[in-house]
């Protein structure tokens, strides 16, 4: 069965610092990965996703992931965070490009000023 | 991408009564999920909804507590039955895109 780890419950980071966030999947196949956002109150944003190709991806606001298929991870980075980033991120990993997703357990960011 | 709507967006019930939300999206679409997010947890999958087929459950959710109406490829509901504080979440609709699945604003649930 697929399952997600996100191993750090609570990050936290100054403004400017840079940020990074682990993702560690168990999947039987080649993997649909993505990253999701959700502030306060808030809806899931979609960040960015993996299917294939480049295992260096973009998202928005700035944020990147680089897919490690050694190493089943899929880790969410930023050069330089914001105080509005400050969030619970959520990692995924999808069976299929539309399908159901199974969740990590989430990473909540707080922002240092 | 796809734009969801949800109703209402949060209630305060009480134990052994059930509240029906509504999730409606702005375009056909052929898969919806319903997720549960209980407080400081992360999103667990309910259902899987199609249209013109009965709503496939996940381990542990059951038709009876949790039923699902997925009456057009535009909407569907998921009603909380014989609600207890143990339902207290956000419940969250979402469809399958080309690519991706989005994200309705969910529903915050309090039951006293």
């Known amino acids: 069965a697929q399952s997600v780890t996100q191993p750090d419950i609570h990050i936290t980071v100054s403004e400017g610092a840079s940020l990074e966030l682990r993702c560690n999947y168990s999947?039987?196949?080649?993997?649909?990965l993505f990253w999701y956002v959700q502030s306060p109150g808030q809806g899931l944003q979609l960040l960015l996703k993996?299917?294939?190709?480049?295992?260096l991806v973009q998202g928005i606001k700035g944020f990147e992931a680089e897919f490690k298929r050694s190493q089943s991870s899929f880790n969410l980075r930023k050069p330089s965070v914001h105080w509005s980033d400050a969030a619970e991120y959520f990692c995924?990993?999808?069976?299929?490009?539309?399908?159901?997703?199974?969740f990590g357990g989430g990473t909540r960011l707080m922002v240092k000023p | 991408s796809a734009v969801i709507s949800q109703k209402p967006s949060r209630d305060i019930c009480q134990r052994g009564t059930s509240l029906t939300i509504q999730c409606q999206v702005d375009?056909?679409?052929?898969?919806m999920f319903w997720y549960r997010q209980q407080p400081g947890q992360s999103l667990t999958l309910i259902a899987t909804?199609?249209?013109?087929?009965?709503?496939?459950?996940e381990s542990g959710f059951v038709i009876d507590k949790f039923p699902i109406s997925r009456p057009n490829l535009t909407f569907s509901t998921l009603t909380v039955s014989n609600m207890s504080p143990e339902d207290s979440s956000i419940y969250l609709c979402?469809?399958?895109?080309?690519?991706?699945?989005?994200f309705g604003p969910g529903t915050r649930l309090t039951v006293l």
């Open positions: 979402s469809v399958s895109g080309a690519d991706t699945q989005y």
């Open positions: 999947y039987g196949a080649t993997p649909y």
């Open positions: 993996y299917f294939s190709g480049d295992t």
């Open positions: 995924a990993v999808g069976h299929g490009a539309g399908n159901m997703l199974t």
């Open positions: 375009s056909q679409v052929t898969m």
């Open positions: 909804a199609n249209q013109g087929s009965e709503a496939t459950y």
